[in-house]
T-cell receptor, first 114, second 109 residues
Framework: GAVVSQHPSRVICKSGTSVKIECRSL??????MFWYRQFPKQSLMLMAT?????????EQGVEKDKFLINHASLTLSTLTVTSAHPEDSSFYIC??????????FGPGTRLLVL | AQRVTQPEKLLSVFKGAPVELKCNYS??????LFWYVQYSRQRLQLLLR??SRESIKGFTADLNKGETSFHLKKPFAQEEDSAMYYC???????????FGEGTQLTVNP
């Protein structure tokens, strides 16, 4: 299946700073990538759908100015958490859509905002 | 709106026993259903999808449109099956997945 990597795997930052998370599709050109958020012992919640060369589509309740998504190439999508606060601490996971049918997931990025 | 329900957050069985992880969905159309598994400290990975009608690692799942269910079954559970299992629904080709809450399966020796 398609391989997805994320960087960094873990990040700790101070409140008020911005954090960028990269999601790379290593062996597949993905026109569509998804960003999820997962709280401890809870399910994945879709935050936004990232489309190469166009604006991301955000789910209801997700602030687009807070969570900036850039999908500048077929292999890279980035999620920037702007002015992070402790409540943004979470596990962020991306996935790509390989062949239009199956989603392959990255290993996730754990964000801790102090 | 589409919704996926996994009624059991925790499920514990003994090795060799049958296991069934329940999944119910609500969607008026013809969805595509998936089971994803997440082993400890590993990424989420696809276990099986209903349109493939395949058996992976001894697991099977049958889509029951009458009961709107897609339960995951294995006749003889193994310790290495211990993991978090998520049922997911996709309502159209290329669309996003809607996940259930997940079931933590523990297979005891």
């Amino acid at each position: 299946g398609a391989v997805v990597s994320q960087h960094p795997s873990r990040v700790i930052c101070k409140s008020g700073t911005s954090v960028k998370i990269e999601c790379r599709s290593l062996d597949f050109q993905a026109t569509t990538m998804f960003w999820y958020r997962q709280f401890p012992k809870q399910s994945l919640m879709l935050m936004a759908t990232s489309n190469e060369g166009s604006k991301a589509t955000y789910e209801q309740g997700v602030e687009k100015d807070k969570f900036l998504i850039n999908h500048a190439s077929l292999t890279l999508s980035t999620l920037t958490v702007t002015s992070a606060h402790p409540e943004d601490s979470s596990f962020y996971i991306c996935s790509n859509l390989a062949g239009g049918e199956t989603q392959y997931f990255g290993p996730g990025t754990r964000l801790l905002v102090l | 709106a589409q919704r996926v329900t996994q009624p059991e957050k925790l499920l514990s069985v003994f090795k060799g026993a049958p296991v069934e992880l329940k999944c119910n969905y609500s969607y008026s159309g013809s969805p595509e259903l998936f089971w994803y598994v997440q082993y400890s400290r590993q990424r989420l990975q696809l276990l099986l999808r209903h349109i493939s009608r395949e058996s992976i690692k001894g697991f099977t799942a049958d889509l029951n449109k009458g009961e709107t269910s897609f339960h995951l079954k294995k006749p003889f559970a193994q310790e290495e099956d211990s993991a978090m299992y998520y049922c997911a629904l996709k309502f159209a080709s290329g669309s996003r997945l809607t996940f259930g809450e997940g079931t933590q399966l523990t297979v005891n020796p």
